[in-house]
Structures are given as C-alpha cells and as structure tokens.
C-alpha cells in the first residue's frame, strides 16, 4: 500500500511531466516557424544580356587608347544550384565582342574584331520579392583579336518586370596582361535584361 508521501511524490512527477509536455508544445511550432524564415534557393538557370560601356583606369598613349574604351556587347549563361539559405552558388559562361573601333596606329583594334570568353562563379540572392542581386568572378581571355586574359568581378542588381524576367544594371572591374607587357585595369557599366529559370523540385 501506497504512503502519503509516496502518493505525493508521484502527484509532483506527474505536474512535471504535463508541464515538460506542455512547454514542448509551445516552443517546436515556434522553432518550425523560425526555420520557415529562412528562403530556401531553387536551382535556377540565368541569363544576362547587356550593353556596356567601359572606362579605362590605366591609358597606355603608346597603344593610342582613350580613356572611355569603345562600346561592348555581353552575354552571361549560368546555373545556380538550390540552396537552404538566401545565397546560391553557380557557375556560368560569358561571352562579349567590341561593337566599335579601337586603339591608334599601332595596334589598332576594329569593331567585333574581339572576341572574349570568361568561365565564372556566379552567385545570386533576392534582395527583396523582385530584387534580384547576381554577382560574379570571372577570368576572361580573347578568344579573336589578340592574346590576353585577366581577372573580372562585377555586381548587377536587378528589377523582375515579369516572372522570370527583368532588366539590370552592372558594375564591374576588370584587370588584363595585355599588350606591352603591360596590366591593362578597366571599370564598365552595364544595363541589361536578365531572364531566370527556376527549376522546381
């Protein structure tokens, strides 16, 4: 047979066990709606295609370069992998030719003569609903028109017009060992539109 303080102890154990059950009831919704917070990345396909102007940091006379280069043409492909946070990760492809003539007598350059291929990392989170941020870093190197390569990264923020697609604008700085034995730095800006392709599980 029972004692009182028996009985007793098993009252106060039965409190704390309702109450432990209670309190977990409270908090897991809470943490599942924490973790819900958090935007999950889709895998996305991505395509830029833009117009820019470049402005050269570095003038080398002897070339008979000027310091706002001639226009240009880019087009970026890339793929984005899916992601549990805000920031995704890919890869991608740029390609972009001169659109106008270049350089003076020396080593003159004329338009679409350059040809530029540029393997990159590319990464892309939304800043907001319809504010898309796509960055990346590249090497660039002349396929036609040349011998040189270099190192590029730039930042484009974007504006969805419609789903999965928008306009944008770019900047970005580019480093090349060109002609002369000479580091040829350039910054340009771009604008653009941007179509992307979520893929959806």
Do not use: C
């Not at 432990?20 to 935007?39: C, H, I, M, R």
């Not at 470049?54 to 003038?59: A, E, G, N, S, Y």
């Not at 944008?168 to 800006?189: C, K, N, P």
Request: charged share 15%.
């Amino acid at each position: 047979m029972l004692t009182p303080e028996l009985r007793a102890a098993g009252r106060t154990l039965r409190s704390r066990i309702v109450a432990a059950a209670s309190t977990l009831a409270l908090v897991a919704p809470s943490a599942a709606q924490a973790d819900e917070k958090v935007p999950a990345s889709q895998p996305r396909y991505l395509a830029l295609g833009s117009v820019g102007a470049p402005l050269r940091v570095t003038v080398k006379d002897e070339l008979g370069q000027e310091r706002l280069g001639p226009p240009f043409a880019d087009v970026l492909l890339g793929y984005t992998f899916g992601a549990n946070a805000p920031y995704a990760h890919g890869l991608g492809l740029g390609v972009s030719w001169n659109m106008g003539r270049d350089g003076g007598y020396y080593e003159p350059v004329y338009a679409l003569e350059q040809v530029v291929l540029m393997p990159a990392y590319v990464g892309r989170m939304d800043l907001a609903e319809s504010v898309p941020l796509i960055a990346h870093l590249g090497v660039p190197f002349l396929v036609t028109g040349g011998q040189s390569f270099g190192l590029e990264v730039g930042m484009a923020i974007g504006y969805r017009v419609l789903a999965g697609a928008g306009v944008f604008a770019e900047l970005s700085v580019a480093g090349y060992a060109g002609a002369l034995a000479a580091l040829h730095v350039i910054t340009s800006l771009e604008a653009g539109v941007v179509l992307e392709y979520e893929v959806l599980p």
